[in-house]
C-alpha cells in the first residue's frame, strides 16, 4: 500500500478547468497503477479515469471523454487529472486509487490504497 493525498480541488464556474493532483509516498509510484474515483452526494463511487503503471493503457467515463485527462509524471510521486469544460454534474468529491502494478481497472474493489478526497464544485 502507499500513502496518498489529493489536491486541487475547489469551486469553480461551468465552462471551467481544474487539476487535481495525487501525491503519493512511495518513491516507486511509478509501478503503481492508478484510478480517479468520484462520488456526488446520494450517489455511488464511480471510476472516473484510471491509467496502469507503465501508462501503456487508460480508461474514461463517457460522461467525461473528451474533457479529462489523466497524466503522470514519470520522474515524480504525482498523478494529475487534468479536467477541462466542467459542468454541474461533475460536482462530487475526487479521491485517488492505486494499486501495485495495477491495470487500468475500473472497478474500485480492485484498488487497496485510498486518498481522503478532495472537493469540485462546478456551479451552473
Known amino acids: 500500500q502507499v500513502q496518498l493525498v489529493e489536491s486541487g480541488g475547489g469551486f469553480v464556474q461551468a465552462g471551467g478547468s481544474l487539476r487535481l493532483s495525487c501525491a503519493a509516498s512511495?518513491?516507486?509510484?511509478?509501478?503503481?497503477?492508478v484510478g480517479w474515483f468520484r462520488q456526488a452526494p446520494g450517489k455511488e463511487r464511480e471510476a472516473v479515469a484510471t491509467?496502469?503503471?507503465?501508462?501503456?493503457?487508460?480508461y474514461y467515463a463517457n460522461s467525461v471523454k473528451g474533457r479529462f485527462t489523466i497524466s503522470r509524471e514519470r520522474a515524480k510521486t504525482t498523478t494529475y487529472l487534468q479536467m477541462n469544460s466542467l459542468k454541474p454534474d461533475d460536482t462530487a468529491v475526487y479521491f485517488c486509487?492505486?494499486?501495485?502494478?495495477?491495470?487500468?481497472?475500473?472497478?474500485?474493489?480492485?484498488?487497496?490504497?485510498w486518498g481522503q478526497g478532495t472537493q469540485v464544485t462546478v456551479s451552473s
Open positions: 512511495a518513491r516507486t509510484f511509478n509501478t503503481f497503477g
Open positions: 486509487a492505486a494499486k501495485l502494478l495495477g491495470t487500468a481497472a475500473q472497478d474500485m474493489d480492485y484498488y487497496d490504497s
Open positions: 491509467i496502469s503503471w507503465n501508462g501503456g493503457s487508460t
